[in-house]
């Protein structure tokens, strides 16, 4: 029987969640935390919200990964 390898879920900021993903999809620098509340805020990444914290998953962030990640388009918006 193969083992899964299974993550554990972590809660992070915006700052985190950006170096986080940016590593994911292999980018060398991490993504913005304006960029990552945007991706949120559209809903193409899904996020939980704490009064005015906004904390993104890990296990989210890789399964998005996984699938292609995030497109943009050349004008900036995201697709």
Not at 12 to 41: K, T
Not at 49 to 76: D, K, M, P
Request: with cysteine.
């Amino acid at each position: 029987m193969k083992e899964e390898q299974q993550t554990s879920v972590r809660a992070m900021n915006a700052a985190d969640a950006g170096a986080f993903y940016a590593g994911c999809i292999g980018l060398p620098e991490a993504i913005p935390a304006q960029r990552m509340w945007r991706l949120a805020r559209v809903g193409l990444i899904p996020c939980v919200r704490l009064g005015r914290r906004v904390l993104f998953q890990s296990t989210v962030l890789e399964q998005i990964a996984a699938n292609g990640g995030v497109t943009f388009h050349s004008s900036g918006g995201a697709v």
